[in-house]
């Protein structure tokens, strides 16, 4: 059975981002269904002046002005007009890695007709590849969210210390976490206070770590059903699918990961229109690790293309800004819309873009 999920998540994850029909072994117990699975460095002299909204929440949270339109926690400009007090940087930190901007959220799919691209890495950390990702992710300024399991940090030993001190940094880095759960257990087949133990587990060690609980969570192989959507959904999360599969649990090289990646964006645009998305990675291999930067490297000089064809640039976002949408009244699993930032964002954001790539690209062409 165990090897049936396997089957059925690998070929879903692929290709996810739909909501796909029931799958029949188990519908009949819990209707379970399956859904397809930054320029600057770090925190720097920006970090001090990352605020949160502390008095302005709803019962459901942070309200929308806690999310800002260009990608970030909204900085000190708007002090002005909601009451806010400057947390110290480790603080903002902490908060902006916890994703608390991003609770209570529709289902992401990634799906987007522009070309922004979210990199996201589930199952670790793991100390013999996440601390080798983080490097490359600082070495190319991208931002990141990690689906983090925490089965291993549970055990005693040593091994757990050096992940519990990984899981600090990725947030010290400027990422966002996320609840991947405890066991990466297949959610709707267990029951709900096993569900919530799946969470709390994941959160107990947060709150440890990073002194809050996360926001965003990604179920494991992407299953679901609409009980589960309800408990996660009180728990006030977000669910984080994709739509941007790379296989990269399939296979034991860079090459396919990277070849994998560049067939699903082309694959996506052409069937649904999608131009960009959500990637699914795990930062448990080493052939992920290997082809991140080959996938980063690959967008960037297709960018040099699409500059001199005049067509909209990859732009790699940090977080889910972009993608999120607030899930009001909506019934717990809704997925959210198609992302269609503000147009005047996006054409802020490419002219910055542009103008990067042509000196980049210049510069390639003349060496
Ligand atoms: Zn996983």
Redesign the pocket.
């Known amino acids: 059975m165990r090897r049936l999920f396997g089957v059925l998540a690998c070929l879903l994850a692929l290709g996810g981002g739909a909501y796909l029909a029931e799958r029949e072994a188990h519908a009949s117990i819990d209707g379970v269904s399956f859904e397809g699975e930054r320029a600057e460095r770090g925190f720097s002299a920006n970090e001090a002046t990352y605020v949160a909204v502390r008095s302005e929440r709803t019962p459901h949270g942070p309200t929308e002005s806690a999310r800002s339109t260009d990608g970030s926690i909204r900085r000190d400009e708007r002090r002005e007009t909601t009451r806010r007090e400057p947390l110290t940087s480790d603080e903002a930190r902490a908060r902006h890695g916890l994703g608390e901007a991003f609770a209570d959220g529709l289902v992401l799919t990634g799906a987007t007709p522009h070309r922004l691209i979210l990199f996201t890495f589930?199952?670790g950390p793991d100390r013999r590849t996440t601390p080798r990702l983080l490097h490359h992710l600082d070495e190319l300024g991208v931002r990141a969210v990690f689906f983090v399991?925490s089965q291993r940090l549970h055990e005693p030993g040593a091994r757990a210390v050096a992940e519990r001190a990984i899981l600090r940094d990725i947030v010290r880095r400027g990422h966002v976490v996320g609840n991947?759960t405890r066991n990466?257990r297949q959610l709707p087949l267990l029951d709900t206070p096993e569900v919530l133990a799946e969470l709390g587990g994941t959160e107990r060690v947060f709150e440890d770590e990073l002194g809050g609980r996360a926001w965003l969570m990604r179920p494991?192989g992407g299953s679901r059903s609409p009980r589960v959507d309800r408990v996660i959904a009180d728990e006030r999360y977000t669910q984080v699918l994709w739509n941007l599969g790379t296989g990269d649990f399939q296979v034991r090289d860079a090459d396919s990961v990277v070849e994998t990646f560049i067939r699903v964006l082309s694959r996506r645009e052409l069937e649904n229109g999608e131009r960009g998305g959500i990637v699914l990675m795990h930062d448990t291999h080493d052939w992920s690790v290997e082809a991140f930067p080959r996938i980063v490297g690959w967008l960037r000089d297709r960018n040099c293309q699409l500059l001199e064809a005049g067509e909209e640039l990859y732009d790699i976002v940090d977080d889910p800004t972009f993608f999120f949408a607030p899930r009001g009244d909506a019934e717990p699993g809704a997925v959210a819309p198609m992302a269609r930032p503000d147009p005047a964002v996006i054409a802020r954001r490419q002219a910055a873009l542009r103008e990067a790539t042509a000196q980049r690209c210049g510069r390639l062409a003349t060496r």
């Open positions: 589930d199952d399991t991947h990466h494991p």
